[in-house]
């Protein structure tokens, strides 16, 4: 039976905020590299900066926290879960570090029974770092390891009448998403990469992320978490929210709404699945 005292979340998450920097750390010392790539079995790509990034982090949880499985996308993706278990993303957004657009991120949630008790999704190139525990908070990644994060709180904002901002992928398009926001008044879409769309939300930048293709739980848990603590939410098809540890259907989500305002959420129309 698995033990952790999660009597404090803010605490873990800003114990998790510095695994994922330090994780952050060593994609930037690679970010440059010739990057020698291969081709999952999905069709993604894998780096040996993805394998390095989640050797460090699973490293680490593993020392704090040596009960608790972790899952992660390169080299446990298969692991079962317990009670309590960790998602981890090492390198979210893996085409665009290799395309040098910094716009990627590291993500790692601990999960209670289905759902994130705690996050972090750190964004190395940009220099940002958001975390959520009870409360969701936002920090400038300092240049010194050694340097304390001045973190500040953030939320959603409430959605405007007309003129809504939506964050679109650039790679990730399809028939599907256009039909669910074809039914809002958006009036900007804005592009953006892997878990920041959750993270950008959050801090009140933008209003809707959709998303009808195919992901994992590793890539939406932290952000999920980050967003529904700052006042937003995720949902399903249904209004549901998302949950977590089914490796049943190997950990792959299904459609999702990620809101900033709770209130969209009877005008959109997910379909069941992907």
Not at 51 to 62: C, F, G, S
Not at 219 to 224: E, H, L, Q, S, V
Not at 236 to 253: I, M, S, V
Request: aromatic share 6%; with cysteine.
């Amino acid at each position: 039976m698995t033990s952790l005292d999660d009597s404090d979340t803010d605490a873990l998450a800003r114990q998790l905020a510095k695994i994922a920097i330090e994780a952050g750390q060593i994609l930037r010392r690679m970010e440059h590299a010739a990057i020698d790539k291969r081709l999952k079995d999905d069709g993604t790509p894998c780096t040996a900066a993805d394998l390095a990034a989640e050797e460090i982090i699973i490293r680490r949880l593993n020392l704090a926290w040596p009960d608790i499985p972790v899952v992660a996308e390169e080299t446990a993706s298969r692991a079962d879960t317990d009670s309590y278990f960790f998602l981890v993303d090492p390198l979210d957004g893996t085409g665009d570090f290799i395309r040098g657009t910094g716009e990627y991120s590291v993500n790692i949630a601990l999960v209670k029974g289905d759902r994130p008790i705690s996050a972090v999704v750190a964004a190395p190139a940009l220099g940002s770092v958001w975390i959520a525990g009870t409360r969701a908070e936002m920090g400038t990644i300092p240049g010194d390891p050694g340097e304390a994060i001045a973190w500040q709180p953030i939320g959603t904002r409430a959605a405007p009448d007309n003129g809504l901002v939506a964050l679109v992928s650039r790679r990730h398009g399809d028939h599907a998403t256009e039909a669910c926001l074809s039914t809002l008044s958006i009036g900007t879409r804005r592009m953006a990469s892997s878990a920041l769309k959750f993270c950008l939300i959050a801090s009140g930048e933008a209003d809707i992320y959709v998303r009808c293709g195919p992901t994992m739980e590793w890539d939406t848990a932290a952000g999920d978490h980050i967003l529904s603590r700052a006042g937003g939410r995720v949902i399903g098809p249904g209004g549901a929210p998302l949950t977590y540890g089914h490796k049943d259907r190997d950990y792959r989500n299904g459609p999702f709404a990620a809101l900033g305002d709770i209130a969209l959420a009877p005008r959109l129309a997910l379909p069941v699945s992907c």
